[in-house]
């Protein structure tokens, strides 16, 4: 199977929930953020971040330069 495995996968999924929640926070003036969800949200940051180091260099340059310049 192609792609960056599972540990990128998880990194691209927490990226996504973490632009959603950001996007609510930001724009949404009913949404309100408990304790709880936010140490959650900080979490799951936190572990997201653990597992992108976790990958050799190279897959982090390739994975990075597909976030930051998709294809065409």
């Known amino acids: 199977k192609a792609g960056f495995g599972p540990e990128l996968e998880a990194v691209a ?3 996504i929930d973490l632009q ?4 609510l926070a930001d724009y949404d003036p009913l949404f309100r953020a408990s ?4 140490l959650f ?3 799951s940051g936190r572990s997201a971040l653990a597992r992108f180091r976790s990958v050799g260099r190279s897959l982090r340059h390739d994975f990075v ?3 930051v ?3 065409r």
């Open 20 to 23: 959603e929640r950001r996007y």
């Open 13 to 15: 999924s927490t990226i």
């Open 35 to 38: 304790l709880s969800d936010t």
């Open 69 to 71: 310049f998709p294809p």
């Open 65 to 67: 330069t597909l976030v």
């Open 41 to 43: 949200v900080v979490a």
